[in-house]
Nanobody, 120 residues
Framework: QVQLVESGGGLVQPGGSLRLSCAVS????????MGWYRQAPGKQRELVAT???????NYADSVKGRFTISRDNAKNTVYLQMNSLKPKDTAVYYC??????????????WGQGTLVSVSS
């Protein structure tokens, strides 16, 4: 069984910063792409950023220059540093990962989500 556990969400004022973490645990052989998605109230879930096992990154246009995704492969953890936060960044943020398990099965799995609220 594999679990993704997010942490780091909370309430922050506009212009502030937060750092989200997502730790993967369980019967893991390897982790390929990892990413962060978000879902605002009444809206569909959307891509925020992704990172490959080799460190290549991709960002939504709305967060480029403000958010940075990174990963620590030794800790099976992906991070999202969010700076210059805006009220429109308010959403539940979800971690996602492509994982090869032990025994070898390729799965795509989600965390439970962490709420980020940007408000004065």
């Amino acid at each position: 069984q594999v679990q993704l556990v997010e942490s780091g969400g909370g309430l922050v004022q506009p212009g502030g910063s937060l750092r989200l973490s997502c730790a993967v645990s369980g019967n893991i052989f390897s982790i390929n792409a990892m990413g962060w998605y978000r879902q605002a109230p009444g809206k569909q879930r959307e891509l925020v950023a992704t990172i490959t096992s080799g460190g290549s990154t991709n960002y939504a246009d709305s967060v480029k220059g403000r958010f940075t995704i990174s990963r620590d492969n030794a800790k099976n953890t992906v991070y999202l540093q969010m700076n210059s936060l805006k009220p429109k960044d308010t959403a539940v943020y979800y971690c996602n990962a492509d994982i090869v398990t032990i025994p070898p099965v390729v799965i795509n799995t989600w965390g439970q989500g962490t709420l980020v609220s940007v408000s004065s």
